[in-house]
């Protein structure tokens, strides 16, 4: 495959500047066979960036500028994929930022938030992965510029990251508690349905026991009654009957007693 499309494939994605992708490992039955077997002997193949001519010396910019690659390697790890039986890699652009590019950067990530159809407000991982390319760009453009400060705002960027990820796992676990929070009560309020269900039936019994314990109570008293009164007209009869005895009594007594004056 050609090394422009391998360029779009690794860096369509991102809005990080990196160099032209290269060429790392090309495995053995992929490469073309030569005489003396050359090629071949190696698992592993190195695309030069540049050459340089034999006994130069490296200048303090050039220095300078491994050593701000070496610290951007280390902010923004090279990518690595693989295509085609060939693996790639691509690191991260030294080239300094211009204002001009600072606009550009504003104006694809405007793009890309429109493009992916990012939320404006509240969690949305799409707006949030554009962001964080953005803000790994704006790092490399800062390292490059004063590495002090880039190394400072990469940890900014670890630190917005931890704390994102410690609030994803407390979204997770809260989220999960309220699930089972859910279960628990959906369990409770299924029980306490079925213990209303057992109530319910032992009040309709105690209400029939109840109702049943009325009428015989309502039969207890009207026999009273009845027994209350025959006692009464009898107690009454006795007492007239008793009355009229005495009467009689007294009335042979006096007509016994009177003969004898």
């Given at each position: 495959?050609?090394?422009?499309?391998?360029?779009?494939?690794?860096?369509?994605?991102?809005?990080?500047?990196?160099?032209?992708p290269?060429?790392?490992?090309?495995?053995?039955?992929?490469?073309?066979?030569?005489?003396?077997g050359?090629?071949?002997?190696?698992?592993?193949?190195?695309?030069?960036?540049?050459?340089?001519?034999?006994?130069?010396?490296?200048?303090?910019?050039?220095?300078s500028?491994?050593?701000?690659?070496?610290?951007?390697n280390?902010?923004?790890?090279?990518?690595?994929?693989e295509?085609?039986?060939?693996?790639?890699?691509?690191?991260?652009?030294?080239?300094?930022?211009?204002?001009?590019?600072?606009?550009?950067?504003?104006?694809?990530?405007?793009?890309?938030?429109?493009?992916?159809q990012?939320?404006?407000?509240?969690?949305?991982?799409?707006?949030r992965?554009?962001?964080?390319?953005?803000?790994?760009?704006?790092?490399?453009?800062?390292?490059?510029?004063?590495?002090?400060?880039?190394?400072?705002?990469?940890?900014?960027?670890?630190?917005?990251?931890?704390?994102?990820?410690?609030?994803?796992?407390?979204?997770?676990?809260?989220?999960?508690?309220?699930?089972?929070k859910?279960?628990?009560?959906?369990?409770?309020?299924?029980?306490?349905?079925?213990?209303?269900?057992?109530?319910?039936?032992?009040?309709?019994?105690?209400?029939?026991?109840?109702?049943?314990?009325?009428?015989?109570?309502?039969?207890?008293?009207?026999?009273?009654?009845?027994?209350?009164?025959?006692?009464?007209?009898?107690?009454?009869?006795?007492?007239?009957?008793?009355?009229?005895?005495?009467?009689?009594?007294?009335?042979?007594?006096?007509?016994?007693?009177?003969p004898?004056?």
């Amino acid at each position: 495959m050609a090394e422009g499309g391998s360029e779009d494939f690794a860096s369509r994605n991102t809005l990080v500047k990196y160099n032209n992708p290269v060429l790392v490992v090309t495995h053995a039955e992929k490469r073309p066979a030569t005489a003396g077997g050359l090629l071949g002997s190696s698992p592993t193949e190195l695309s030069p960036r540049s050459k340089t001519s034999p006994g130069a010396v490296p200048s303090a910019v050039a220095e300078s500028r491994k050593e701000a690659e070496e610290i951007l390697n280390s902010v923004l790890p090279p990518r690595c994929w693989e295509e085609d039986g060939q693996m790639w890699m691509q690191t991260v652009s030294s080239t300094p930022a211009t204002r001009q590019d600072v606009i550009n950067l504003q104006e694809m990530l405007d793009t890309r938030l429109q493009q992916t159809q990012a939320r404006e407000t509240g969690i949305c991982p799409v707006r949030r992965e554009l962001y964080m390319q953005c803000f790994d760009e704006l790092i490399r453009q800062v390292t490059i510029n004063c590495t002090e400060r880039g190394l400072l705002l990469l940890r900014v960027r670890d630190e917005i990251a931890m704390s994102m990820e410690a609030y994803e796992t407390l979204y997770c676990s809260s989220v999960a508690f309220g699930m089972r929070k859910a279960l628990q009560a959906q369990e409770g309020k299924e029980s306490l349905q079925s213990l209303v269900t057992v109530l319910q039936a032992e009040k309709k019994v105690l209400e029939n026991t109840i109702s049943d314990m009325k009428i015989k109570a309502d039969q207890v008293e009207r026999r009273n009654a009845e027994l209350r009164a025959s006692e009464e007209k009898k107690h009454a009869e006795e007492i007239a009957f008793l009355k009229k005895t005495s009467a009689q009594l007294k009335a042979q007594l006096e007509g016994i007693i009177a003969p004898k004056k």
